[in-house]
């Protein structure tokens, strides 16, 4: 005896940059009704529907056209959507051929440069995490993802900051060094954009601690273990941070910070 195979879930939206062409969007097999609603209802999602409509947008100048958007996975962080996967139909108009269009939407994050002075030696402070989708143990700038639509960067980044590393910082000392961008790039980096669309605001900050300080800071073992965050901290001498690391955001950090004492941009 056969049986036919369940419907897929579908939802028709209508973009105002080409309203000529509705778009599907359907939820591939196996993802829920509630995982459907989450996505298409997600910060995340409306998010990337906002950036091709934009004046640098994919569908800006009309060369392009999206036809349908395949939901491929839901992850949530208790009730909120923490990260979602999904496959755009983007068209090329005068090819008819379709441009590479998987996205793993993660959204925006921070991460921190922070610079310790010590009896005049700087150290900055990294920490070491296990990174599974790299099957390694990365040293990085503290860093984390906006947990909500407000859009408070310089919060999320002492928040993140006291997590990882358990030093206390004042908003008003963080250095936004992405707003040193042209205006054209939204003031923001983005590590991976052939695939995800995380972007990230870089801030710095500079103190001054004591030796005792730095040594009571190595090797610290701080994170948020109930989230599974085992995190050690790493005091590494500035002059030898960018061979330290292979971690973007710190070395995108650095060459920020660098250029930006060099114009006098910073206070």
């Not at 897929?8 to 509630?34: E, R």
């Not at 503290?142 to 960067?153: N, V």
């Not at 190595?218 to 030898?240: A, S």
């Not at 070395?251 to 206070?267: F, N, S, V």
Request: aromatic fraction near 6%.
């Amino acid at each position: 005896m056969s049986t036919n195979p369940p419907s897929q879930l579908t939802h028709i939206i209508n973009l105002p940059i080409q309203l000529d062409q509705p778009v599907s969007i359907v939820a591939a097999f196996g993802v829920s009704d509630t995982q459907f609603r989450n996505a298409i209802e997600s910060s995340l999602f409306k998010q990337w529907l906002k950036n091709i409509q934009t004046e640098t947008g994919l569908l800006a100048n009309g060369a392009m056209s999206l036809r349908q958007v395949l939901i491929q996975g839901v992850d949530m962080f208790g009730k909120r959507l923490g990260f979602l996967k999904f496959k755009a139909d983007i068209i090329d108009k005068e090819t008819g051929q379709k441009v590479p269009g998987i996205i793993f939407a993660r959204g925006p994050a921070v991460a921190v440069l922070m610079l310790l002075d010590s009896e005049g030696e700087i150290y900055a402070v990294l920490t070491e995490q296990v990174r599974v989708p790299v099957g390694r143990l990365i040293l990085e700038l503290p860093a984390g993802m906006l947990d909500d639509d407000q859009g408070d960067f310089a919060g999320t980044a002492v928040r993140e900051v006291l997590e990882e590393t358990g030093i206390h910082l004042n908003v008003h000392d963080m250095v936004d060094l992405t707003a040193f961008l042209d205006s054209s790039t939204g003031g923001r980096v983005f590590p991976s954009p052939g695939g995800c669309d995380e972007e990230i605001s870089l801030f710095l900050y500079r103190g001054n601690v004591s030796k005792e300080k730095i040594q009571q800071l190595q090797g610290k073992e701080t994170g948020l273990r109930d989230n599974g965050e085992l995190i050690k901290v790493h005091m590494v001498p500035y002059n030898k941070l960018w061979r330290a690391t292979a971690d973007a955001k710190a070395l995108t950090a650095i060459a920020l910070y660098e250029m930006a004492k060099r114009d006098g941009l910073l206070p």
